[in-house]
């Protein structure tokens, strides 16, 4: 291990720590509210810290992990930079491979295949080479058979391991979803600012 990697529990801890800092940014319209209750801020205080830090908090749960840089690709590893530092995951124990979608800059749908070792360190798979060394991975430990690495049928698809249309499904259900809980919280903090 190099010395600007992280040792997997340091990987985790950095991880809980931002993640719980983007919760916070999230609950922040929340926590103004009852500070406006309190007549320590202004009413629309709650409406300013949803429409800045709520929506930055949603944005940095969904990047958390995300590859920002490959660092190292081989056989049986991918190093790479994330917002929380550099990550290691272990391809010769997966754990779990999921696809992760969200909507990117030019409102079109980005992917990113987020891997989990047997350490339960996560990274977001963003590069074609880090995309084909994890398909390498899969296809030497056989990840049908029992006991092998749980892989979505999403990620297969966004792999060239499966159907595409496990693909299409996923991103149009996942996108929805989205726009409905940002609507619904945006909705949310409005009415209690109004109230």
């Known amino acids: 291990m190099h010395s600007t990697e992280m040792t997997p529990s340091m990987v985790r801890s950095r991880a809980r720590i931002v993640g ?8 922040s ?8 209750l309190a007549d320590l801020i202004p009413v629309g205080a709650s409406v300013i810290c949803a429409l ?16 920002t840089g490959l660092v190292r690709c081989s056989m049986s590893r991918v190093t790479a930079r994330t917002l929380t530092g550099v990550r290691s995951v ?3 124990r997966i754990r779990g491979v999921r696809l992760h979608t969200s909507v990117s800059r030019g409102g079109r749908a980005s992917h990113t295949v987020v891997v989990r070792d047997s350490n339960g ?11 084909r060394a994890l398909v390498r991975a899969l296809q030497r430990t056989n990840a049908d058979v029992h006991g092998g690495p749980h892989v979505s049928l999403a990620a297969r698809a966004h792999l060239g391991l499966g159907d595409r249309w496990h693909r299409t499904l996923h991103t149009a ?9 940002i609507c619904l919280y945006l909705s949310l903090v409005l009415k209690l600012a109004g109230s």
């Open 20 to 27: 719980s800092g983007a919760a916070f940014l999230i609950l």
């Open 29 to 36: 319209p929340f926590v103004a509210r009852l500070l406006a």
């Open 52 to 67: 800045t830090g709520g929506l930055v908090g949603f944005l940095l749960l969904q990047v958390l992990c995300e590859e």
């Open 90 to 92: 272990d391809l010769t």
């Open 121 to 131: 360190v996560r990274i977001g798979l963003t590069s074609v080479r880090s995309q």
């Open 173 to 181: 259900i996942t996108l929805l979803l989205q726009v409905i809980s």
